[in-house]
Structure formats: structure tokens, C-alpha cells
């Protein structure tokens, strides 16, 4: 059982808007920057997001990030079916003095 | 551009050590506000962070593998290591090692190397 919580898995058609939730503890994400993963299955994660909400350079605006108390969500727009992967919030885990990523959030693109 | 590449033994006997060495290109391991970390990923426990290590050698481990885990690097080689006790065939996983930037204030796991499947088996 993850410290952090994400849905197992949500759907959308291309073109469309999907959000990727991430909820913790005021000892994680209420206290401690998020960063956001894609995976490719059989390839190494990916950077989408750090810091809550900045995109690192090469990573289009399609992909946000925001965060409110102890959860934060991932939006992407436009879907395209080369979103379909796996997605991860990661933070740091003050009571456990270690990273902790979320269960991961598998993307479909209908 | 920066790349991180795993080696080592892909095949671990229970109770045995895990080696697994990851080296650095394209960047110095020296430079900056950076830890070099290994994480590893399994069916069963999702992704882990392992532990983590600067260039001065200042190591950071997951409580839960303390007793077990050592990280080492080698700036001359611009590799850092990891060394892992008393394997059980549950951490059977895709062990990847990544860089964990710190330099704009915030830290982040960027970039990850390709992975390495380590199997625990006899």
C-alpha cells in the first residue's frame, strides 16, 4: 500500500482532458514538492513535471501540474494516443525519511 | 547530453549480494547540486527508492534497506555503485539508477538510465 494515491487507471478519447490525482499527508505532499513520471511500459520513467507545476524544456504545455493542501493532479490535454502509458507522483515522505512514489496511474486513449 | 547506463550480474542467488554498477556520461558526476540515486521497480512493490550519493560521498538510504544497502562512487570513473546484501527472490526488479537534481531548488529524479532486470534465483 503506497503512501501516495492514485487512481489505477483512467480513460479519455484523443483530443480530450484528463486529470491524474496524487493525494497524501501533511507529512508528503502537504509539506514537499511533486514531480510527475511518465512510463512507457518496457522503457525507464520519464520527467513531466517537478517542483508541483514546472515542465522541464522539451516537455509540450499539454502537460500541467498543480497542487491544493496534501494532493496534486496531473492534466493533460489534447490526448494523443502516444500518451497511452504509465504515470507516477513522486515526493518526499518526512516520517519515513525516503522518497515515495503513488501506485501509478495506467492512461488509456480510447 | 546526460546518460546513465546500469551494469552488472543480471542473475542473483538468494542470500547473495547484488552488484550493479551505473556510469555517467555526458556530464561530470562532479558538478552541481546532485545526488545519484538507484530506484527499483517491481509487480509487487510498485517503484522504491533505494539510496542515494554525491560526489563527496555523502550517502542517504531507504530506512527499510539500511542494513543491507551500500552506495559507493567512483568520481574518476564518473560511475557510483550500488551494493545490495542477503537478496530474496521478492526483490526481483528492474533496478534503475537516475540523477536527482537539486540545482533550481527543487528535486527531481531526471534523468533515469535504461534499467536492468536483476532476477533472485538459484
Known amino acids: 500500500q503506497s503512501v501516495l494515491t492514485q487512481p489505477p487507471s483512467v480513460s479519455a478519447a484523443p483530443g480530450q482532458k484528463v486529470t491524474i490525482s496524487c493525494s497524501g499527508g501533511?507529512?508528503?505532499?502537504?509539506?514537499?514538492?511533486v514531480s510527475w513520471y511518465q512510463q512507457v511500459p518496457g522503457t525507464a520513467p520519464k520527467l513531466l513535471i517537478y517542483?508541483?507545476?514546472k515542465r522541464p524544456s522539451g516537455i509540450p504545455d499539454r502537460f500541467s501540474g498543480s497542487k491544493s493542501g496534501t494532493s496534486a493532479t496531473l492534466g493533460i490535454t489534447g490526448l494523443q494516443t502516444g500518451d497511452e502509458a504509465n504515470y507516477y507522483c513522486?515526493?518526499?515522505?518526512?516520517?519515513?525519511?525516503?522518497?515515495?512514489f503513488g501506485g501509478g496511474t495506467e492512461l488509456t486513449v480510447l | 547530453q546526460l546518460q546513465l547506463q546500469e551494469s552488472g550480474p543480471r542473475l542473483v542467488k538468494p542470500s547473495e549480494t547484488l552488484s550493479l554498477t551505473c556510469t555517467v556520461s555526458?556530464?561530470?558526476?562532479?558538478?552541481?547540486?546532485?545526488?545519484w540515486d538507484w530506484i527499483r521497480q517491481s509487480p509487487g512493490r510498485g517503484l522504491e527508492w533505494i539510496g542515494s550519493?554525491?560526489?563527496?560521498?555523502?550517502?542517504y538510504y531507504n530506512p527499510s534497506l539500511k542494513s543491507r544497502v551500500s552506495i559507493s562512487v567512483d568520481t574518476s570513473k564518473s560511475q557510483f555503485s550500488l551494493k545490495l546484501t542477503s537478496m530474496t527472490a521478492a526483490e526481483t526488479a528492474v533496478y534503475y539508477c537516475?540523477?536527482?537534481?537539486?540545482?533550481?531548488?527543487?528535486?527531481?529524479?531526471?534523468?533515469w538510465g535504461q534499467g536492468t532486470l536483476v532476477t533472485v534465483s538459484s
Open positions: 537516475a540523477r536527482e537534481d537539486g540545482s533550481s531548488g527543487k528535486r527531481f529524479f531526471h534523468p
Open positions: 555526458g556530464a561530470s558526476i562532479s558538478s552541481g547540486d546532485y545526488y
Open positions: 550519493i554525491n560526489y563527496r560521498g555523502m550517502t
Open positions: 501533511s507529512s508528503n505532499i502537504g509539506n514537499y514538492d
Open positions: 517542483g508541483d507545476d
Open positions: 513522486v515526493t518526499w515522505e518526512t516520517n519515513l525519511n525516503t522518497w515515495v
